[in-house]
């Protein structure tokens, strides 16, 4: 199955304005597939009808009054991932501890897409507190790879990668916080872009590792990407590292191509636990760049095996610190206790699940006394190193080009030892550590599953990433392809 | 680098973790695994670098001292699991 005009965003965009649909057909369109789809797939924790009708009731209105000043976004279904506030609409991060918790604001990313006349479907299921890169650490239920329901979509933003993958909307948003953008995209089909850190504000999302997360969109083209990425971005004064760097226009330069381009290579990503599937796609990726005039050129990255470590000392560190406020006093869960102490403990031990209590305990040790020069400052100093070595290859090529993911898609419980987890990260990792913006397009199939093209650019060169990437996507189809789920959908 | 019962016993209690024997157990051999990978970080030579704690090098973010409205105690409080007229209620301190 191949794609239908309705599930991108450009598609709607261009069908409100024709006449041909009305965003509460639109919206009913997107019911109609999630309930068609989602009991296979699990990825919506929560669902928005009333705020969605009145929502698209408003576009439709906007769309009437005044066509032309309306955004492209207005009166287009999307998908929220859970960690990211909505005003009034249960927000969990996939977590006992928050279930039931109503945020009295919403997250500024969101609130540019609403002021756009986004129209919200539901709240996607996601690992607890985006800690995971399979989705099955969801304190509700695991999601299902709409390509093969036996399979994980990736993780931690697995339900807003599969509601694209499964076209129960044409675009959602995820966060990224070591892969939890890219990964799950390459392992459900979609593109899924990860923007410069700073670039778009933090503020509402639920914290897990700050120096580190970031949200961004998924989507079917590069073209609907750079199309909510250039309403979602943006200094914000309420989050203070958003960067106050001036916004380059993602959209003027999309079609400029790769001719002349100079791309990189890194040997270190394409080392042992690479699948041979995976590396014929991303072979076969480069050549296409090739043949459109980009020059590839080998390039090292020698610190990339340190940095897992490195993530998995400051990420559990700031996520050790950013979860202490779960304590069963402002909001959330509360287990009773005979003292203040006994209700934190009970309140902590019954409300967080085993990843995120592995990752609180990982921290808080390597936080400790005595523990602190050795880990954490050890593993902030590696992360320079890391940082310096992607600005000194970027001083001899623009942009950079490697596999997402080390595999496909893997099955539901595939893997339960930690550590083995943590590898489905090792490509994407490095990205976040050195706050870069990376994207991962499709880029082959293996055995029926999606492979994924990620492409990396120096800070701030966010317009470049997504030209590299719909510079392939115009000269292939793989974006064009749907997976078994998304047919029930349609 | 092993992980004794005391030592998980020690940080589970900074983090305010009440953990189960079973899960102390399990924890503590996992823990050891990943602190094991982790040593890697041993190899690698920084003894020339600075620590990065924000690769934006943004530092003291300011903005004017300008009052504007914030939230209501009714919206602060409203997720809280007990509160008493406009405080936050929690059991006794001992």
């Given at each position: 199955?191949?794609?239908?005009?309705?599930?991108?965003v450009?598609?709607?965009?261009?069908?409100?304005?024709?006449?041909?649909?009305?965003?509460?057909?639109?919206?009913?369109?997107?019911?109609?597939?999630?309930?068609?789809?989602?009991?296979?797939?699990?990825?919506?924790?929560?669902?928005?009808?009333?705020?969605?009708?009145?929502?698209?009731?408003?576009?439709?209105?906007?769309?009437?009054?005044?066509?032309?000043?309306?955004s492209p976004l207005?009166?287009?279904?999307v998908a929220i991932k859970?960690v990211i506030c909505?005003?009034?609409?249960?927000?969990?991060?996939?977590?006992?501890?928050?279930?039931?918790?109503?945020?009295?604001?919403?997250a500024t990313a969101l609130q540019r897409l609403?002021a756009a006349?986004a129209?919200?479907?539901?709240?996607t299921?996601c690992?607890?507190?985006a800690?995971?890169?399979?989705?099955?650490?969801?304190?509700?239920?695991?999601?299902?790879?709409?390509?093969?329901?036996?399979?994980?979509?990736g993780?931690s933003s697995?339900?807003s990668a599969?509601?694209v993958?499964?076209?129960?909307?044409?675009y959602s948003l995820g966060s990224d916080t070591g892969g939890s953008i890219r990964q799950p995209a390459s392992?459900?089909?979609v593109v899924g872009f990860k923007p410069t850190y700073g670039r778009v504000s933090r503020y509402g999302l639920i914290a897990f590792a700050s120096s580190l997360d970031q949200i961004g969109p998924f989507a079917h083209t590069v073209e609907d990407i750079a199309l909510v990425y250039s309403v979602i971005a943006g200094h914000d004064p309420r989050d203070s590292t958003s960067a106050p760097e001036p916004l380059e226009d993602a959209l003027s330069g999309l079609?400029?191509?790769?001719?002349?381009?100079?791309?990189?290579?890194?040997?270190?990503?394409?080392?042992?636990?690479?699948?041979?599937?995976?590396?014929?796609?991303?072979?076969?990726?480069?050549?296409?760049?090739?043949?459109?005039?980009?020059?590839?050129?080998?390039?090292?990255?020698?610190?990339?095996?340190?940095?897992?470590?490195?993530y998995?000392?400051?990420a559990?560190?700031?996520?050790?610190?950013?979860?202490?406020?779960?304590?069963?006093?402002?909001?959330?869960?509360?287990?009773?206790?005979?003292?203040?102490?006994?209700?934190?403990?009970?309140?902590?031990?019954?409300?967080?699940?085993?990843?995120?209590?592995?990752?609180?305990?990982?921290?808080?040790?390597?936080?400790?006394?005595?523990?602190?020069?050795?880990?954490?400052?050890?593993?902030?100093?590696?992360r320079?190193?890391i940082a310096?070595?992607f600005a000194?290859?970027f001083?001899?090529?623009d942009a950079l080009v490697c596999?997402t993911?080390?595999?496909?898609?893997?099955?539901?419980?595939?893997?339960?030892?930690?550590?083995?987890?943590?590898?489905?990260d090792?490509l994407t990792i490095p990205v976040n550590l050195a706050g870069l913006p990376g994207i991962s397009v499709?880029?082959?199939?293996?055995?029926?599953?999606?492979?994924g093209l990620q492409v990396i650019a120096p800070r701030f060169a966010d317009a470049r990433a997504l030209r590299v990437a719909h510079a392939y996507q115009?000269?292939?189809?793989?974006?064009?392809?749907?997976?078994?789920?998304?047919?029930?959908?349609? | 680098?092993?992980?004794?019962?005391?030592?998980?016993?020690?940080?589970?209690?900074?983090?305010?973790?009440?953990?189960?024997?079973?899960?102390?157990?399990?924890?503590?051999?996992?823990?050891?695994?990943?602190?094991?990978?982790?040593?890697?970080?041993?190899?690698?030579?920084?003894?020339?670098?600075?620590?990065t704690?924000h690769v934006g090098g943004l530092?003291?973010?300011?903005?004017?001292?300008?009052?504007?409205?914030?939230?209501?105690?009714?919206?602060?409080?409203?997720?809280?699991?007990?509160?008493?007229?406009?405080?936050?209620?929690?059991?006794?301190?001992?």
């Amino acid at each position: 199955m191949t794609a239908s005009s309705l599930d991108t965003v450009a598609g709607c965009a261009a069908a409100l304005r024709a006449g041909t649909v009305s965003a509460r057909e639109l919206l009913a369109a997107s019911r109609d597939a999630l309930q068609a789809t989602d009991s296979r797939i699990g990825a919506f924790l929560a669902r928005t009808d009333d705020l969605a009708e009145q929502q698209a009731a408003e576009a439709d209105r906007r769309l009437r009054e005044s066509p032309h000043d309306a955004s492209p976004l207005c009166g287009v279904p999307v998908a929220i991932k859970d960690v990211i506030c909505l005003e009034g609409v249960e927000t969990t991060a996939g977590s006992r501890i928050l279930a039931g918790f109503r945020p009295p604001y919403t997250a500024t990313a969101l609130q540019r897409l609403l002021a756009a006349g986004a129209v919200v479907v539901g709240k996607t299921n996601c690992d607890e507190f985006a800690m995971g890169s399979s989705t099955e650490n969801s304190a509700f239920r695991p999601v299902n790879n709409p390509w093969d329901i036996e399979r994980v979509p990736g993780g931690s933003s697995g339900g807003s990668a599969a509601a694209v993958a499964a076209s129960v909307v044409p675009y959602s948003l995820g966060s990224d916080t070591g892969g939890s953008i890219r990964q799950p995209a390459s392992l459900t089909g979609v593109v899924g872009f990860k923007p410069t850190y700073g670039r778009v504000s933090r503020y509402g999302l639920i914290a897990f590792a700050s120096s580190l997360d970031q949200i961004g969109p998924f989507a079917h083209t590069v073209e609907d990407i750079a199309l909510v990425y250039s309403v979602i971005a943006g200094h914000d004064p309420r989050d203070s590292t958003s960067a106050p760097e001036p916004l380059e226009d993602a959209l003027s330069g999309l079609g400029d191509g790769v001719a002349g381009m100079r791309l990189g290579v890194p040997r270190e990503y394409f080392v042992a636990g690479l699948e041979d599937g995976v590396r014929r796609g991303v072979e076969d990726a480069m050549k296409v760049l090739e043949g459109l005039g980009a020059r590839l050129e080998e390039v090292s990255l020698p610190s990339t095996d340190a940095a897992l470590s490195t993530y998995y000392i400051v990420a559990p560190a700031e996520c050790s610190s950013n979860l202490a406020r779960f304590d069963g006093i402002r909001h959330g869960l509360r287990e009773g206790g005979e003292s203040v102490l006994q209700m934190y403990l009970r309140t902590r031990d019954t409300g967080f699940g085993a990843e995120v209590k592995r990752r609180v305990m990982l921290g808080t040790y390597a936080l400790s006394s005595g523990y602190y020069d050795a880990y954490y400052r050890k593993a902030q100093r590696v992360r320079t190193v890391i940082a310096e070595e992607f600005a000194r290859v970027f001083e001899q090529v623009d942009a950079l080009v490697c596999p997402t993911s080390p595999t496909v898609a893997f099955r539901l419980g595939a893997r339960e030892d930690p550590l083995s987890m943590y590898l489905c990260d090792a490509l994407t990792i490095p990205v976040n550590l050195a706050g870069l913006p990376g994207i991962s397009v499709p880029c082959g199939m293996v055995d029926g599953l999606p492979v994924g093209l990620q492409v990396i650019a120096p800070r701030f060169a966010d317009a470049r990433a997504l030209r590299v990437a719909h510079a392939y996507q115009q000269a292939t189809d793989w974006h064009s392809l749907r997976s078994p789920l998304a047919r029930l959908a349609a | 680098m092993t992980l004794s019962a005391d030592d998980i016993a020690h940080v589970a209690m900074l983090a305010r973790l009440g953990l189960s024997e079973d899960e102390r157990q399990r924890l503590g051999a996992q823990l050891d695994a990943i602190l094991e990978h982790i040593s890697r970080l041993d190899k690698v030579d920084t003894s020339q670098v600075a620590e990065t704690a924000h690769v934006g090098g943004l530092v003291n973010v300011w903005r004017e001292d300008e009052p504007e409205p914030s939230q209501s105690v009714d919206a602060a409080l409203g997720n809280a699991p007990d509160h008493d007229g406009t405080y936050f209620r929690v059991g006794a301190i001992q």
